[in-house]
């Protein structure tokens, strides 16, 4: 797979380099390159508790990212998934170590605990005073003799952070970085595998499959479970967490692993407070990419039962910009639309033919929507037939609203549905047209030329004509041809989506901003989709 690196050797300190660069001259490194990599605070001055962390990369923004007044003081930087060396560990204790003392916050994997816990030995020789704690928060793999360090280790810089700031002593903070680790619980779960700089990508995880409790290094988890979407992911973790949390109110830290879309991660912390446990999560920090696995497309839900003092050290505003910050978990308030643009709803009625009628026609858009995903993938984003599904779905669900005994009232209403539910130009496209086509029946135009006159005012707004390579190609024709019959409609509906193969170049519409080599030989989704409704329709 390709990346955006240089040479896998260098990525590590090239990384590093750009976020100093970027900083605003807040951090600095220890001048050790390329076997010590050392970020610390600029403006350290040995005053108070130092907070060191680190451990291998690829976790970004961890460690690097959480240097900064209010968090850790150093971060030290192994190569990718590789822990740090005792020396480069060393150098970071012995760069921000006064006589306050220093803090190591370790994950409990076995490189991070010897390499750590040497240089803390070696320190203490030299006559510091320096601390360490071990991060075992991972619930995942029951049997383990020890629990991995994961997400909830971001609780522990940012209390042991908050309370150094304050001026705590070593042993106060020690002890709080002890509590919070002896609270935390984490979960993760993932669809695919990471990417590792230079190295072939293991395909672990099958299509349709999600693994559960796979490791930040890209270890493989407890088990490979059904992939059933969002909501079940997210139930399958509250499971495992509420068997292991305490009472009371927890806070939430929900962990992007760095693949998944920031929509998303939003959809999995909806269904996390709507979950068996969200009415026990009283605050939530993300959901944001904070302990990362290098592209790996998963996520993590932490817990801790913050009591009110812990809270407010996580509340501790910090100038850190990956840190999200601690926002409280409340009801969703909802405002009342502005005057006039409520929707006036028309009297609904029931006739059973033009009910089969519509409800048949979107079950052919419904039963579409793959085919004319793969075929706008090819010119656009790839959601026409999900767009089209999406609508078809809406009305359907709303059909004992709509006039269904009174054709005109009818076309205005499903104008009026579209517009609401449907997104995109084609939805404002379509939306105008049966509009259009409702106002023309009303003025005593027959079905066919009422149609037609929709079609016309669609195209006057849109701008689309027959040879833009639109659904226009095939709606047109098969206006047209309704005169004669549907079968002939369908034909000509056929012909046009057929010809949209052919135009390399698209004047309207998504497909307009797509190169001609692209688009050859594809027909136009929006025309394909009218071809198999005037199909549909002849049949």
């Not at 446990?277 to 990362?292: D, K, Q, V």
């Not at 010119?379 to 269904?404: F, K, M, Q, V």
């Not at 009026?416 to 084609?426: K, N, P, V």
Request: proline share 5%; glycine share 12%; net charge negative.
């Amino acid at each position: 797979m390709a990346q955006f690196i240089n040479r896998r050797e260098d990525v590590v300190t090239e990384a590093i380099d750009g976020v100093l660069a970027l900083s605003g001259g807040a951090l600095t490194r220890l001048d050790g390159y390329p076997h010590i990599r050392v970020v610390l605070r600029s403006d350290w001055d040995k005053s108070k508790v130092a907070i060191v962390s680190g451990g291998g990369s690829g976790h970004e923004p961890a460690h690097v990212g959480f240097v900064g007044k209010g968090m850790l003081t150093a971060a030290v930087c192994g190569d990718v998934f590789a822990s740090p060396s005792v020396d480069a560990v060393l150098a970071g204790i012995l760069a921000v170590t006064g006589p306050a003392g220093c803090l190591l916050i370790v994950k409990n994997y076995t490189g991070d605990r010897l390499n750590f816990g040497l240089a803390a030995e070696r320190a203490r020789a030299f006559g510091l005073n320096v601390s360490m704690v071990i991060v075992g928060d991972d619930i995942a793999l029951p049997d383990l003799p020890q629990a991995r360090g994961v997400a909830g280790t971001l609780f522990v810089h940012k209390i042991a952070g908050a309370l150094a700031e304050r001026g705590a002593d070593l042993d106060t903070v020690t002890a709080a970085a002890k509590h919070v680790i002896s609270g935390t619980r984490t979960i993760g779960m993932s669809l695919d595998t990471c990417s590792v700089p230079g190295s072939p990508k293991e395909d672990r995880i099958p299509l349709g499959k999600a693994e559960l409790g796979l490791g930040i290094h890209g270890e493989a988890g407890v088990e490979q479970i059904d992939f059933a979407g969002a909501r079940a992911s997210v139930a399958t973790m509250v499971e495992r967490l509420a068997s292991v949390m305490g009472e009371g109110q927890h806070v939430a830290l929900v962990n992007n692993l760095g693949g998944t879309s920031v929509l998303e991660m939003s959809v999995l912390a909806h269904d996390l407070l709507q979950s068996a446990i969200g009415e026990r999560i009283s605050h939530a920090i993300g959901p944001s990419p904070l302990m990362t696995s290098l592209d790996m497309q998963g996520f993590s839900i932490s817990v801790f039962p913050a009591d009110a003092a812990e809270l407010e050290l996580l509340k501790a505003p910090v100038a850190i910009p990956a840190w999200p910050g601690l926002s409280r978990a409340r009801p969703i308030t909802v405002a009342p639309m502005p005057d006039g643009l409520t929707p006036i709803t028309p009297m609904p009625s029931n006739h059973a033919a033009t009910r089969a009628f519509v409800i048949s026609c979107c079950n052919v858009l419904i039963g579409a929507e793959q085919d004319l995903n793969a075929l706008d993938a090819k010119s656009g984003d790839g959601d026409t037939g999900s767009t089209l599904a999406g609508a078809a779905r809406a009305l359907i669900n709303a059909i004992d609203r709509l006039p269904l005994s009174d054709h005109t009232q009818l076309l205005r209403a499903i104008g009026q549905e579209l517009s609401q539910t449907m997104g995109g130009s084609s939805g404002v496209l379509l939306a105008i047209f049966f509009a259009a086509a409702g106002d023309g029946a009303s003025s005593g135009l027959p079905m066919r030329e009422a149609l037609r006159a929709g079609l016309a005012r669609m195209q006057e707004i849109g701008g689309a004509k027959i040879g833009d390579r639109t659904m226009v190609d095939a709606l047109s024709p098969a206006l047209v041809a309704l005169d004669d019959s549907l079968v002939a409609a369908a034909d000509a509906a056929r012909k046009g989506a057929n010809f949209t193969a052919t135009l390399t170049r698209a004047k309207a519409g998504r497909a307009a901003y797509i190169n001609a080599k692209q688009l050859e030989g594809h027909i136009d989704p929006g025309a394909e989709a009218v071809a198999r409704l005037f199909e549909h329709l002849a049949t």
